[in-house]
């Protein structure tokens, strides 16, 4: 089992860049790939990125692609999202996710068996 703690939303204008972290709880962080979700007010739960057991493969929504870049260090059970050039349709709470049985969990949130709290990112425009 594992327990995961999002932390560095906040407050951003448009073009500007935040980046977020995920802590993992447990010895066990480099047996979960990982991924991040996010939920703007009055929309589904919607898929933003994922990465490896080992941080070999990642994938991107085409949203956030060439914008977003998402990595990890399981020394530091940690996986971060690096947001650059934020625009206000990212405005959203931004959650982190883990799963356990494949190497790579993709962007199917049913995949996850654990979640954060969630981090809320507002931008201005």
């Known amino acids: 089992q594992v327990q995961l703690v999002e932390s560095g939303g906040g407050f951003v204008q448009a073009g500007g860049s935040l980046r977020l972290s995920c802590a993992a709880s447990?010895?066990?962080?480099?047996?979960?790939?990982m991924g991040w979700f996010r939920q703007a007010p009055g929309r589904e739960r919607e898929f933003v990125t994922a990465i490896s057991k080992s941080g070999g493969m990642t994938g991107y929504a085409d949203s956030v692609k060439g914008r977003f870049t998402i990595s990890r260090d399981n020394a530091k059970k940690t996986v971060y999202l690096q947001m650059n050039s934020l625009k206000a349709e990212d405005t959203a709470v931004y959650y982190c996710?883990?799963?356990?049985?494949?190497?790579?969990?993709?962007?199917?949130?049913?995949?996850?068996?654990?979640w954060g709290q969630g981090t809320q990112v507002t931008v201005s425009s």
């Open positions: 996710a883990a799963e356990g049985r494949k190497n790579y969990g993709g962007s199917n949130a049913r995949e996850y068996d654990y």
């Open positions: 447990g010895r066990t962080f480099s047996s979960y790939a």
